[in-house]
T-cell receptor, first 115, second 114 residues
């Protein structure tokens, strides 16, 4: 069964460093998402992406964050200058078609630890 | 704005007993509702979803949920718990077509007692 994959599974970085989290969505999917979950808190929406542009972003997704689909298969989340509060589990998700009835499929997540 | 409240961050049930995980939602428009499950070190897996068809929704692994508009609830149930049901369960809401993001609850960790 097709699945969303994410690399790395765990990333440790120093505060102020740039990180790139990678996702490979399911191959025929057109809509892509990033969510995050700070330890002990709820899963929060960050950004949605379609047709090579951001379709919606949350208040969390400030200028330090960016997304890209560089090569037609990968979907990346970049944090330019990490802060301690960026430590969280980051989930990528993809969906085949527009419309809420279609399921978002989630990857296993990348645990980001900022020291 | 939409939101979800999951009552009970931890629920323990005996193997074979009824599982009931509670979810209440708030939405300014008719909602679409989802239950996701997360097993240790894995991603979020869809259990079931309500998309304005039948109010009683059946999902995978014997779970089902009933949409009750009058109570703004979407509680998840399973008649007989199995050890393999131990996981974290998330309720999520999305508003109608065009607003695709999922808004999650804080999750309920289900423990099964042998």
């Amino acid at each position: 069964e097709p699945e969303v994959t994410q690399t790395p599974s765990h990333q440790v970085t120093q505060m102020g460093q740039e990180v790139i989290l990678r996702c490979v969505p399911i191959s025929n999917h057109l809509y892509f998402y990033w969510y995050r979950q700070i330890l002990g808190q709820k899963v929060e929406f960050l950004v949605s992406f379609y047709n090579n542009e951001i379709s919606e972003k949350s208040e969390i997704f400030d200028d330090q964050f960016s997304v890209e689909r560089p090569d037609g298969s990968n979907f990346t989340l970049k944090i330019r200058s990490t802060k301690l509060e960026d430590s969280a589990m980051y989930f990528c998700a993809s969906r085949a078609t527009r419309g809420v009835v279609d399921t978002q499929y989630f990857g296993p997540g990348t645990r980001l630890t900022v020291l | 704005a939409q939101s979800v409240t999951q009552l009970g961050s931890h629920v323990s049930v005996s193997e074979g007993a009824l599982v009931l995980l509670r979810c209440n939602y708030s939405s300014s428009v008719p909602p679409y509702l989802f239950w996701y499950v997360q097993y240790p070190n894995q991603g979020l897996q869809l259990l079931l979803k309500y998309t304005s068809a039948a109010t009683l929704v059946k999902g995978i692994n014997g779970f089902e949920a009933e949409f009750k508009k009058s109570e703004t609830s979407f509680h998840l149930t399973k008649p007989s718990a199995h050890m393999s049901d131990a996981a974290e369960y998330f309720c999520a809401v999305s508003e109608n077509f065009g607003n695709e993001k999922l808004t999650f609850g804080t999750g309920t960790r289900l423990t099964i007692i042998p």
